[in-house]
């Protein structure tokens, strides 16, 4: 028997707010390694600057009020309470859109891409290209998180979403779209669930572990390879500590939001594309909003479980299986993972749109949500009489 839905507001109580304040107002600072700033992790002068406008400036009731103005809901499902955004679609003929963000984001990554893909004749664009977008928060994360829980890795997270679609809402078809974990997810929706998926739009791509390196690269192919070599060898200390250690993590960032706060902006430094402060591609309050969700509902523990899994599970992509519906590709120049389409040719079969975007991140509907939208229209447009 398929849960029914019911209407969700988000509301945190008042005291939650001031026991926020109170222990930001009572952090205690490491010193500044000797060196340039951010070099060693998150820049000492950047965090307090951060943490004086969360503790004085930072209005959580507005970003309430933000999520509050799309319409949410939560259905018990696959023992857990899941939460999302159905937000619908403003043209003749809005098609369905799953919509899936990653770590450490959360649903604030869409606020601002929301009425873009749901109401494209208000920004200057076609009403045909309209979408009724669901954006869940992934199991585990911000409001789909519950203390004591099952824990999802990227295969039941596919799962879990593919009901929502089809038994929950009734969407028989549909698109999807992802970044991060939302794009591995994305991706093994299109592997277990294929019948049901349209096409899938990413902006990070999944690479097969068991897929050979080219035995004379391409100097693109060359160049992707130097970069992952750097990437697994100076950024992935976040992987291996999540992946492995992940209660022990948890205690310190659930109890003190300055080592939250820092834990997870030096990632929005890392991975935008930004001038030296990540503000410049992500606005503050839209950072905070998104760490403050980590930090009401006690999450961060349970996001890192996909970390986990990817380590000590079974790979959600079989070794040697291909992705074969339609995908589309948003190239950010400062996105993580950046391969060559001849690499990402081995594992997706049938890419569509391939697009060298000029400016955005790792954080792609925060960094450049007009860009995206654009894209993930043009994407599914030729698409849209599969579903």
């Known amino acids: 028997m398929t849960s029914s839905p019911a209407p969700f507001t988000l509301h945190f109580p008042d005291a939650d707010i001031a026991d926020l304040r109170d222990r930001l107002a009572r952090t205690r600072f490491p010193d500044q390694t000797p060196g340039a700033p ?117 295969a039941e997270m596919a799962d879990a979403f593919s009901d929502l679609m089809t038994q929950v809402l009734g969407y028989p078809r549909y698109g999807v779209q992802g970044g991060d974990w939302g794009a591995f997810t994305a991706t093994s929706m299109a592997v277990r669930r294929a019948e049901q998926v349209a096409g899938i739009h990413l902006n990070l791509l999944y690479i097969r572990p068991d897929q ?86 006690g999450a961060i523990g349970s996001s890192f479980w996909p970390y986990y899994a990817r380590l000590h599970a079974p790979s959600p992509i079989p070794p040697g299986r291909t992705i074969d519906v339609p995908m589309g590709y948003a190239a ?21 749109q391939w697009t060298a975007m000029a400016k955005g991140g790792h954080f792609a509907a925060m960094e450049q949500p007009e860009a995206l939208a654009r894209d993930v229209q043009a994407f599914f447009r030729p698409l849209r009489g599969g579903f």
């Open 332 to 352: 950010f120049p400062r996105e993580i993972r950046r391969p060559p389409r001849s690499i990402a040719g081995q594992t997706y079969t049938d890419i569509r």
């Open 212 to 297: 050979p390196p080219p035995a004379n690269p391409t100097p693109d192919e060359a160049r992707y390879q130097a970069e992952m070599t750097e990437f697994l060898r100076e950024e992935t200390g976040y992987q291996w500590i999540q992946g492995t250690r992940p209660q022990t993590l948890a205690y310190g960032l659930t109890d003190s939001p300055a080592g939250l706060a820092a834990w997870i902006v030096e990632k929005f430094y890392a991975w935008t594309d930004n001038d030296g402060d990540p503000e410049s591609a992500v606005a503050r309050d839209t950072l905070l909003a998104d760490i403050s969700l980590y930090w009401f509902t």
């Open 38 to 154: 951010w070099a060693y992790g998150t820049d000492l002068g950047y965090l307090r600057r951060l943490l004086a406008h969360w503790q004085s400036g930072f209005d959580w009731r507005a970003q309430e009020a933000r999520l509050n103005a799309f319409a949410q809901f939560k259905v018990p499902m696959h023992g857990i309470d899941l939460h999302y955004l159905h937000v619908q679609g403003k043209g003749p003929d809005p098609k369905p859109l799953l919509l899936l963000h990653g770590w450490p984001g959360s649903v604030f990554e869409f606020i601002d891409i929301l009425p873009r893909l749901t109401d494209p004749a208000r920004f200057g664009g076609d009403a045909a290209d309209a979408f009724t977008v669901i954006a869940p928060s992934l199991p585990g994360y911000g409001l789909s998180f519950q203390p004591g829980q099952e824990r999802f890795g990227i």
